[in-house]
């Protein structure tokens, strides 16, 4: 008879432990993964997967290094070599994630979720026609694979090679994506901007009406809806849009930006307030509105007595608290935020969010109220082309400006001295987005 006390204290075997860990208990599978590894240290299947569970807690080198271990007990273990590969490319090293996968398919050709991972990393490499190569290999060997034309349609709409002529191959596999499980949404929202992009702009408005209509409460569906002109534009993206699309991408927004889009808004839009500065500018209180995953940070930094991020996206602030640099991170509005601070700052910053803003009027406010006396802001939008003014939704979502509105209501609400420029700070579909850099003074 088993007593309790030897019920309590007995250790679990490591299929029970796995079994823990694949349930998503990962903070109490790991003192057991602990315990077996000094019983057990040589084990593939427990070096593989106390890595993999490393990884998920944050501690990837570990990880990787523990399924490195599994693999030389085991070279032909080929799952541990997928995983190997998957995680090298949640860390970024798409070089070394490629020799994962190539060696996955070398022991087993016919290893379906490593022609798609191995398409992945040629495509990080910015090897374009290895990657295109890869995904029709997939197609031919498993034209059943889930999401695959979901896959195949969003690489031929990012891949800047001969982009206009693969357009309507992507928009083909894209209508296809349509039908595949799970894939509704984000093939709606990727064809309609591939169709945008070919001109097809009622194309476009009937792939979201049908998006929203199928999906009524989905605030990005409704955006861009009205994005294409199939109902009224609002005066500023919805919170709720804002924190969706956000929240989606914060995970890999800062290798989608820095490597896919080229995007240079914060080094751009930091030169040009330190320029406005005087030389030896330090101590100041600096906001960083919209901080997002807080790349303005290493850039404000040196300026800064306090330095505060609010951004709308909870995920968005969790990745800047990862990278750190912050005195304090709010998740708030951006508006009510400004609003909520009389006087509080000498510096507001805001990189690439003034966007989502149509009329500019409450965050100029706001900003003027926010600011000392004598205090700075300085932001970025998107140039809307002249003779068109005002301002206007694109079909990007985001707003563009007109240079001559955007220096009237600044003088409206209290700004003077204000200077725009040009400049590019990001690129969409392989193409630059005409951007403008602004900075303004609060009257003393």
């Not at 080929?78 to 190997?84: I, K, P, R, S």
């Amino acid at each position: 008879m088993t007593t309790a006390k030897a019920t309590a204290t007995a250790s679990p075997t490591l299929k029970q432990v796995m079994a823990m860990h694949h349930a998503g208990q990962l903070e109490a599978a790991e003192p057991h993964y602990r315990r077996l590894m000094l019983r057990q240290a040589g084990d593939p299947n427990l070096l593989h997967f106390y890595g993999l569970l490393c990884h998920q807690r944050g501690r990837s080198d570990e990880g990787v290094a523990l399924i490195r271990r599994a693999l030389k007990r085991s070279p032909g273990y080929v799952d541990a070599h997928h995983n190997l590969g998957l995680v090298l490319t949640a860390m970024q090293r798409p070089a070394e994630a490629e020799a994962a996968y190539r060696e996955a398919l070398r022991i087993a050709p016919g290893f379906h979720k490593a022609i798609e991972g191995l398409a992945r990393s040629l495509e990080a490499q910015k090897r374009w026609n290895d990657a295109l190569h890869q995904w029709q290999r997939l197609a031919r060997e498993a034209p059943q694979y889930p999401t695959l034309h979901l896959a195949i349609g969003s690489f031929l709409r990012r891949c800047p090679g001969d982009f206009p002529e693969r357009l309507p191959e992507a928009a083909r596999h894209l209508r296809l994506a349509l039908d595949e499980t799970g894939a509704f949404t984000c093939a709606s929202e990727a064809l309609g901007q591939v169709l945008h992009t070919m001109g097809d702009v009622a194309g476009a408005r009937e792939v979201y009406r049908n998006w929203a209509a199928r999906h009524p409460d989905d605030p990005i569906a409704r955006h861009l809806l009205a994005a294409a002109g199939g109902t009224p534009t609002p005066g500023r993206a919805d919170d709720a849009y804002v924190r969706q699309l956000f929240d989606t991408f914060a995970a890999d927004f800062d290798h989608h930006l820095v490597d896919t889009l080229a995007y240079r808004a914060p080094e751009v839009l930091v030169a040009a307030l330190r320029a406005r500065l005087p030389a030896n500018a330090t101590g100041l209180d600096v906001l960083d509105a919209g901080c997002g995953t807080g790349l303005c940070a290493p850039l404000l930094r040196p300026i800064a007595r306090r330095l505060v991020g609010v951004d709308l996206s909870n995920g968005m602030v969790e990745k800047a608290r990862l990278r750190g640099g912050y005195d304090q991170l709010d998740v708030a509005e951006l508006t009510a935020h400004l609003a909520a601070q009389p006087a509080a700052w000498d510096v507001v910053l805001s990189a690439d969010t003034l966007i989502y803003f149509g009329d500019l009027g409450g965050v100029f406010a706001a900003a003027h109220a926010a600011l000392r006396p004598g205090g700075w802001l300085a932001f970025t939008l998107e140039e809307l082309a002249p003779p068109a003014a005002g301002h206007a939704l694109g079909r990007s979502g985001r707003y563009q400006h007109a240079r001559a509105h955007i220096g009237g209501e600044l003088a409206r609400h209290g700004f003077i001295d204000t200077q725009l420029s040009n400049a590019v700070l990001r690129k969409e579909n392989g193409q630059p987005v005409a951007g403008l850099v602004i900075v303004t003074q609060r009257a003393a």
